[in-house]
C-alpha cells in the first residue's frame, strides 16, 4: 500500500490544519505566537505566569543569599576557624569575615578585559577561583597558650574535610597552621587555608585557583620563579623558615 | 533459604575486608619514609616549626624552576614528601628528646639505613641515613640534628636524593634547616677530625 502526501498546486506540502488554521489544536495546546482567545491558552498563561511571579519572588531570596554569601566563610576556613578559637579560652570578638567566590571574581576578570591592565593582574585575576578571609580579636587571653591542643583539634577537623596540614609554626606568641587538600595533584586545582594567631589576632584566610597561569607568567618574566613565589608567600610571616638549628 | 543465611556472613565479611584495607592502606608508609611519630610543640615559649611538602607541591616548585633551572627540576621530580620537624628544647623536654633522637638512630641503623655521616662537634650532633635500594638507588634520606641545649631536628626527604643535594633542596623549598644540614654533610671530614681531637 502506498501512501501519498496531498500536494497544493505550488508543489509545496500543506500546512497542517491547526497551523494553516492559525487555531487550536485539538489536544488543547496552542502554538506560540498564535492569537485566539481560547480557555486553552488561558491556561498556558496562568502557567507562564506563575514562574515570572516565582522568579520575582525569588529574586531578593537569591540576592539575599548572594549578599550574605560575601560574609559567610567556607566549610573549610569555618572549621579551621573554629577548632583555633575553641582551643583558646577568652572571649573572641569578630572583626571582619569576606568571602568571594568564583561568580563575582569571574564577572571582575570579565569586566577587567575592558581595560588596559598589566598582564601580572590579569593573570592574578585569571588564577584567583576564590579567597576568603576573617578576622578576630581575642580579649583576656591566657598567659600560656596550648599549642598542642590548637594543632591536633585543627588537624583533626581539617583531616575530617580532606585537608592536611603542610605547615606548623608555633613560638612565643605566634601560631601559624597551613592547610592543603590531600588529593593535590594538579597545580589546576590548587587551595589552601591558613590560620596566623599573632598575639591576640587571629587571620583565617584561605584561597583556591588555577596555578597555571601565574607560573606562565613567572617563566616568562621573572628571573627565579621560586625566589618570587617565596618573596610574595612567605617573607609575608617574616622570620617563619628563616630559622637555622 | 541458604543465601539469607550466607549473606549476613558475606556482608560481614567484605566490610572486615574492606576496613582492614582501608586501615592497613592509610599506614603503608613509602621506601625511605620514616616515621618519627608525632611531636608536640613544646610548653610555653619554646619554638615549634613542622614542614610537611607533599608530592603535589613538589611537583609544582619542579614545574616552577622546570625551564631555567632543569636539574633542580629534576631533583624535585625524583622527591615524593619533604618532612621537617625542628622543636625548641627546653628544660622539661630536653632529655627526652635526646633520648628519642637516639632511639630514632637506633632503629634507622636496625632497619638497613647506612649512617654517612657524623658529625660531633661541641654540643651539636649530626647524623645524616640514607636508604638504599637493592639496585643502588636512594630511596630515601634521614636526618637527625642535636643542636646542643637549644634545636632537635627530625628531617626525612624521600625519593631519590643524595645528600650534597640537601643544601640546595632547602635553599629552593626555603628551608633553612635542610640547607644548614647540607652544609654539614659537604665537610664532614673536617667536623670528625674535630671529634677526634676533641
Given at each position: 500500500?502506498?501512501?501519498?502526501?496531498?500536494?497544493?498546486?505550488?508543489?509545496?506540502?500543506?500546512?497542517?490544519?491547526?497551523?494553516?488554521?492559525?487555531?487550536?489544536?485539538?489536544?488543547?495546546?496552542?502554538?506560540?505566537?498564535?492569537?485566539?482567545?481560547?480557555?486553552?491558552?488561558?491556561?498556558?498563561?496562568?502557567?507562564?505566569w506563575?514562574?515570572?511571579?516565582?522568579?520575582?519572588?525569588?529574586?531578593?531570596?537569591?540576592?539575599a543569599?548572594g549578599?550574605?554569601?560575601?560574609?559567610?566563610?567556607?566549610?573549610?576556613?569555618?572549621?579551621?576557624?573554629?577548632?583555633?578559637?575553641?582551643?583558646?579560652?577568652?572571649?573572641?570578638?569578630?572583626?571582619?569575615?569576606?568571602?568571594?567566590?568564583?561568580l563575582?571574581?569571574?564577572?571582575?576578570?570579565?569586566?577587567?578585559?575592558?581595560?588596559?591592565?598589566?598582564?601580572?593582574?590579569?593573570?592574578?585575576?585569571?588564577?584567583?577561583?576564590?579567597a576568603?578571609?576573617?578576622?578576630?580579636?581575642?580579649?583576656?587571653?591566657?598567659?600560656?597558650?596550648?599549642?598542642?591542643?590548637?594543632?591536633?583539634?585543627?588537624?583533626?577537623?581539617?583531616?575530617?574535610?580532606?585537608?592536611?596540614?603542610?605547615?606548623?609554626?608555633?613560638?612565643?606568641?605566634?601560631?601559624?597552621?597551613?592547610?592543603?587538600?590531600?588529593?593535590?595533584?594538579?597545580?589546576?586545582?590548587?587551595?589552601?587555608?591558613?590560620?596566623?594567631?599573632?598575639?591576640?589576632?587571629?587571620?583565617?584566610?584561605?584561597?583556591?585557583?588555577?596555578?597555571?597561569?601565574?607560573i606562565?607568567?613567572?617563566?616568562?618574566?621573572?628571573?627565579?620563579?621560586?625566589?618570587?613565589?617565596?618573596?610574595?608567600?612567605?617573607?609575608?610571616?617574616?622570620?617563619?623558615?628563616r630559622?637555622?638549628? | 533459604?541458604?543465601?539469607?543465611?550466607?549473606?549476613?556472613?558475606?556482608?560481614?565479611?567484605?566490610?572486615?575486608?574492606?576496613?582492614?584495607?582501608?586501615?592497613?592502606?592509610?599506614?603503608?608508609?613509602?621506601?625511605g619514609?620514616?616515621d618519627?611519630?608525632?611531636?608536640?610543640?613544646?610548653?610555653?615559649?619554646?619554638?615549634?616549626?613542622?614542614?610537611?611538602?607533599?608530592?603535589?607541591?613538589?611537583?609544582?616548585?619542579?614545574?616552577?624552576?622546570?625551564?631555567?633551572?632543569?636539574?633542580?627540576?629534576?631533583?624535585?621530580?625524583?622527591?615524593?614528601?619533604?618532612?621537617?620537624?625542628?622543636?625548641?628544647?627546653?628544660?622539661?623536654?630536653?632529655?627526652?628528646?635526646?633520648?628519642?633522637?637516639?632511639?630514632?638512630?637506633?632503629?634507622?641503623?636496625?632497619?638497613?639505613?647506612?649512617?654517612?655521616?657524623?658529625?660531633?662537634?661541641?654540643?651539636?650532633?649530626?647524623?645524616?641515613?640514607?636508604?638504599?635500594?637493592?639496585?643502588?638507588?636512594?630511596?630515601?634520606?634521614?636526618?637527625v640534628?642535636?643542636?646542643?641545649?637549644?634545636?632537635?631536628?627530625?628531617?626525612?626527604?624521600?625519593?631519590?636524593?643524595?645528600?650534597?643535594?640537601?643544601?640546595?633542596?632547602?635553599?629552593?623549598?626555603?628551608?633553612?634547616?635542610?640547607?644548614?644540614?647540607?652544609?654539614t654533610t659537604?665537610?664532614?671530614?673536617?667536623?670528625?677530625?674535630?671529634?677526634?681531637?676533641?
Amino acid at each position: 500500500m502506498e501512501y501519498v502526501m496531498p500536494m497544493s498546486q505550488t508543489g509545496v506540502p500543506p500546512l497542517l490544519p491547526w497551523l494553516a488554521s492559525n487555531g487550536v489544536v485539538p489536544h488543547g495546546w496552542t502554538p506560540p505566537g498564535t492569537s485566539a482567545g481560547t480557555p486553552s491558552r488561558r491556561v498556558f498563561r496562568i502557567r507562564a505566569w506563575y514562574v515570572v511571579l516565582a522568579l520575582v519572588l525569588c529574586l531578593p531570596l537569591l540576592g539575599a543569599i548572594g549578599i550574605t554569601g560575601y560574609f559567610r566563610l567556607s566549610s573549610p576556613t569555618q572549621a579551621l576557624r573554629s577548632s583555633v578559637i575553641e582551643s583558646v579560652p577568652g572571649q573572641w570578638d569578630k572583626r571582619f569575615a569576606g568571602r568571594v567566590g568564583g561568580l563575582t571574581l569571574g564577572l571582575v576578570w570579565f569586566i577587567s578585559h575592558f581595560f588596559n591592565m598589566p598582564p601580572e593582574a590579569e593573570a592574578a585575576l585569571a588564577a584567583l577561583h576564590g579567597a576568603e578571609v576573617g578576622v578576630y580579636n581575642l580579649h583576656d587571653a591566657p598567659s600560656t597558650l596550648d599549642y598542642s591542643a590548637m594543632f591536633l583539634a585543627a588537624d583533626k577537623r581539617m583531616r575530617r574535610l580532606g585537608w592536611e596540614r603542610t605547615v606548623g609554626v608555633a613560638r612565643g606568641r605566634q601560631f601559624v597552621a597551613v592547610y592543603m587538600p590531600r588529593n593535590l595533584r594538579t597545580v589546576k586545582r590548587m587551595a589552601c587555608c591558613v590560620a596566623v594567631l599573632n598575639e591576640e589576632d587571629l587571620v583565617v584566610a584561605s584561597a583556591r585557583g588555577n596555578l597555571q597561569p601565574l607560573i606562565e607568567l613567572a617563566t616568562q618574566h621573572l628571573g627565579d620563579p621560586c625566589e618570587r613565589a617565596h618573596q610574595l608567600v612567605v617573607d609575608g610571616t617574616p622570620g617563619l623558615f628563616r630559622r637555622g638549628f | 533459604m541458604i543465601m539469607k543465611h550466607i549473606m549476613p556472613w558475606m556482608i560481614g565479611t567484605v566490610t572486615v575486608c574492606a576496613a582492614a584495607t582501608l586501615a592497613f592502606g592509610a599506614n603503608e608508609m613509602l621506601p625511605g619514609q620514616v616515621d618519627f611519630g608525632a611531636f608536640a610543640p613544646p610548653k610555653g615559649e619554646g619554638e615549634f616549626v613542622e614542614v610537611n611538602v607533599p608530592t603535589g607541591l613538589i611537583t609544582l616548585a619542579a614545574l616552577l624552576v622546570e625551564k631555567e633551572q632543569p636539574d633542580v627540576a629534576k631533583l624535585l621530580n625524583g622527591l615524593k614528601l619533604v618532612r621537617v620537624n625542628v622543636i625548641g628544647l627546653d628544660a622539661e623536654n630536653r632529655a627526652a628528646f635526646q633520648t628519642r633522637a637516639q632511639k630514632i638512630r637506633e632503629d634507622l641503623a636496625g632497619k638497613g639505613w647506612e649512617r654517612i655521616v657524623t658529625a660531633q662537634q661541641k654540643e651539636q650532633d649530626v647524623s645524616v641515613y640514607l636508604k638504599m635500594a637493592d639496585k643502588g638507588a636512594v630511596q630515601g634520606l634521614a636526618a637527625v640534628v642535636i643542636d646542643g641545649k637549644e634545636h632537635a631536628v627530625f628531617v626525612n626527604v624521600v625519593g631519590d636524593i643524595k645528600p650534597e643535594q640537601l643544601a640546595m633542596l632547602g635553599d629552593k623549598l626555603h628551608i633553612d634547616p635542610l640547607k644548614e644540614i647540607g652544609k654539614t654533610t659537604q665537610k664532614p671530614q673536617h667536623k670528625s677530625k674535630e671529634k677526634v681531637e676533641e
